[in-house]
């Protein structure tokens, strides 16, 4: 779809389809809507009159100008009240009225920025978001199945009248296209089968970044993860039919100019739980499991496409985690890349095990921070819901911070939870270092403190186990994978 901003007047353009929008409670509009319902003879706020329409949030009302201005018609927005308006109230909006627009059998749509009028949010931010929740809402997974010819929008264009603002809604523009672009990627990802989005298809999308981009790509087998000691990543794919594969994209990885931030996230292609099997109830949902991997390849992608002044580098361990003759086994003792031994409790606690050797081999750039993202554990699911929010663990308060800002203004929300020493004693294992897994208490604390082991910089853990899919899709978020992470990480990067 073809994406541009332009200066002039809605009411006057030729596309099939016009957005503008309305904030409850107003009974003439003004601004943008004013000159189209003026445009129309008062059609905007004869609906208004009538009842059809109140401006709620995800109301998305439909008028037919036939014949006065050039469009087929004229969707109007609703913006709920403008009191508590946002940026997230933009994306949600903007989400409503264009799947409204795919629905009617748009082609070309027309749209107004929403926010920047009464509302008065940043233009940048506000054209941004407008273009966010646009393209993030018409994303569709490719399945691979006969379907109905779909309709697709072929062009998007956002209209402002004042000249003076054109400039700094394409830069938010642009901000908007790369990030939608990282978490397509990553939702696609997610969304391909398990037998489909193997280690070796992940590593083969990190190879396109690198060349599309001229990232510097390394991706490691068996052999060389051996080489490096990884006993940790190598003990989950003992088990793997699939060849494992270790991936590292580098952004700018001549630069010793530029703070060096390391993204790793959990690469689990498919996790069965491997010899501690888990129960066939819902297991396909385990395909999500390697969401950790996808949004640090699309976080990697828009870093890329956004030349972000950082060097930026990208881990990804990826396995399958099989039950198999080969497999790994509860009570083996694990020596991962730093020396440290760990007993397995269960070979279900599977992503600890490869992040452990992906954050030893961060320490290598000398980051100014680490950042792993991870399906780690149920008990996430059970801390903080399912669809709400990214569990977070920090070493560094000011890192938190900052993540906790980016996660209220991209509402991929996260939540801080502790890092007490408590949780080391549950995991103390009497035969090495620690256990790979606690009881049935704790069970997130307990994860994060054994990462927290392998790691001597600044780092941040995010578990993501709870939002990386979502069975029912909602607003700018369609069903499948959700690409969590790209727009919280690129917001993150964009305000370090
Ligand atoms: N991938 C799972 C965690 C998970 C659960 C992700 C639900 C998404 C939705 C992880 O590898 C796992 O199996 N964790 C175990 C850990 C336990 C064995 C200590 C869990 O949470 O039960
Ligand atoms: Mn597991
Ligand atoms: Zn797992």
Not at 95 to 114: D, F, G, M, T
Not at 335 to 354: H, L, P, Q, Y
């Amino acid at each position: 779809m073809e994406v541009q901003v332009i200066q002039g007047s809605i009411q006057e353009q030729t596309a099939d389809t016009l957005i503008v929008n309305l904030f409850e409670g107003v009974t003439i509009p003004s601004g943008a809507t004013g000159a189209v319902d003026k445009a129309l003879n008062g059609a905007i706020s004869e609906l208004i009159a009538n009842g059809d329409i109140s401006g709620k949030a995800g109301e998305v009302g439909v008028v037919y100008p036939r014949g006065l201005i050039p469009a087929k018609r004229v969707l109007i927005a609703g913006l709920g009240k403008r009191d508590d308006f946002n940026l997230e109230g933009v994306r949600q909006a903007a989400a409503a009225a264009i799947l409204r627009a795919r629905e009617l059998n748009a082609k070309a749509v027309a749209s107004i920025v929403h926010g920047t009028g009464i509302a008065g949010l940043p233009i940048r931010l506000a054209a941004q978001a407008t273009a966010e929740g646009t393209l993030l809402a018409l994303y569709r997974f490719a399945a691979a199945k006969e379907q109905e010819p779909q309709n697709e929008i072929v062009s998007f264009t956002i209209v402002e009248f004042d000249e003076s603002k054109v400039a700094e809604m394409k830069g938010g523009v642009d901000t908007a296209v790369a990030i939608a672009a990282g978490n397509a990627l990553a939702r696609d990802l997610v969304n391909m089968p398990p037998n489909v989005a193997t280690p070796t298809r992940l590593a083969q999308a990190a190879q396109e970044i690198a060349e599309a981009h001229n990232l510097k790509i390394t991706v490691g087998g068996r052999k060389w993860a051996a080489k490096h000691n990884m006993g940790a990543f190598l003990a989950v794919a003992k088990g793997a039919g699939e060849p494992p594969k270790f991936i590292v994209l580098e952004h700018n990885a001549d630069r010793d100019d530029l703070d060096t931030i390391v993204l790793v996230g959990k690469g689990i292609t498919f996790d069965t739980g491997g010899i501690s099997i888990k129960p066939t109830q819902g297991m396909g949902k385990m395909k999500s499991d390697m969401g950790g991997a996808a949004a640090v390849l699309g976080a990697m992608k828009t870093a890329a496409m956004l030349d972000l002044p950082l060097r930026l580098i990208g881990i990804a361990p990826c396995t399958e985690n099989m039950p198999d003759a080969d497999a790994y086994r509860p009570a083996d003792v694990i020596t991962a890349s730093n020396g440290k031994t760990i007993e397995i409790i269960s070979t279900d606690a599977e992503g600890r095990m490869v992040l452990a050797d992906g954050l030893v081999y961060a320490k290598q750039y000398e980051p100014k921070a680490v950042i792993d993202l991870a399906t780690l554990t149920g008990a996430c699911v059970i801390a903080l819901g399912e669809g709400v929010a990214a569990g977070l663990f920090s070493t560094d308060e000011a890192l938190q911070n900052k993540m906790v800002a980016a996660g209220k203004a991209t509402h991929e929300r996260v939540w801080p939870l502790p890092l007490w020493d408590d949780y080391l004693k549950i995991i103390k294992s009497d035969v090495a270092d620690m256990q790979n897994a606690g009881g049935r208490f704790g069970g997130v604390g307990t994860s994060a403190i054994f990462l927290k082991q392998f790691t001597d910089y600044p780092w941040m853990h995010l578990d993501i186990a709870g939002v990386a899919l979502t069975e029912k899709g909602r607003g700018y978020v369609p069903a499948g994978g959700t690409g969590f992470g790209v727009r919280l990480l690129v917001e993150f990067l964009l305000a370090w």
